[in-house]
C-alpha cells in the first residue's frame, strides 16, 4: 500500500491511497468535506474480512463528486457468490450514472440474480432509472417462487427521494 491521506475539520484528502489487506485492494484519490471529488475502485476476493462466515467477491470503482446531500455519482459494480449475515446472492451487476442536480440524463441498472433470506428467495430482481432527475423512469422486474411482477414508474428525484406515480404493475 502507500498513499497519503490527511483529515482537517470537516475534510479528507486522500493522494494515491493504495491499501491491501489479504486479497482486497482499495484506492481512494481527491477529498470529502461538505463537497466530494473522489475516486474509489474496491476488489475483494473474500468478503470474509467483514465478518467470519461471509464470502464472496466485489469489484466496484467509480467517482463520487458535488454536495454530499446530493452528488453526481459514476460507478460499476459486480459480486458474485456473496454471503453475509444470512443473505446471499449468486450474482449481481450494476452500473450507475447519476446526477440530481442536472437536466443530464441519468440511468441506474442494477441486476441481482438468485438472492435469498431465510427460507425467501427471488430469481432475478432488475431495477432501472433513466431520464434526468426532473423526470425519471424507474422500473422493476421480479421473478421468485410463484411469482412475476413487473411495474412501471414515473416522476422526479429531489433530495434522494423519488416522488411520482406508478404507471403499471
Known amino acids: 500500500g ?8 470537516d475534510a479528507w484528502t486522500f493522494q494515491q491511497v493504495r491499501v491491501g489487506l489479504g486479497r482486497t485492494r482499495l484506492a481512494l ?3 470529502i468535506d461538505r463537497t466530494a471529488d473522489l475516486r474509489f475502485a474496491v476488489t475483494a476476493e473474500d468478503l470474509s474480512l467483514l465478518s467470519a462466515g461471509s464470502r464472496g467477491h466485489l469489484q466496484a470503482d467509480g467517482t463520487v463528486r458535488g454536495p454530499l446531500d446530493a452528488p453526481d455519482i459514476v ?5 458474485a457468490d456473496i454471503l453475509y449475515d444470512g443473505v446471499s446472492l449468486s450474482r449481481f451487476d450494476a452500473k450507475v450514472d447519476f446526477d440530481p442536480s442536472s437536466h443530464r440524463r441519468s440511468s441506474i441498472a442494477a441486476h441481482l440474480r438468485e438472492l435469498r433470506f431465510r427460507r425467501r428467495s427471488v430469481h432475478s430482481l432488475d431495477i432501472t432509472v ?5 423526470a425519471v423512469t ?3 422486474a421480479a421473478q421468485a417462487p410463484g411469482l412475476h411482477l413487473s411495474a412501471t414508474a414515473g416522476g422526479s428525484i429531489s433530495r434522494g427521494i423519488f416522488g411520482g406515480n406508478l404507471h403499471s404493475l
Open 75 to 79: 460507478a460499476t459494480a459486480r459480486g
Open 2 to 9: 502507500g498513499g497519503k491521506f490527511t483529515h482537517a475539520g
Open 138 to 140: 424507474a422500473r422493476l
Open 29 to 31: 484519490d481527491g477529498r
Open 130 to 134: 433513466d431520464g434526468p432527475a426532473s
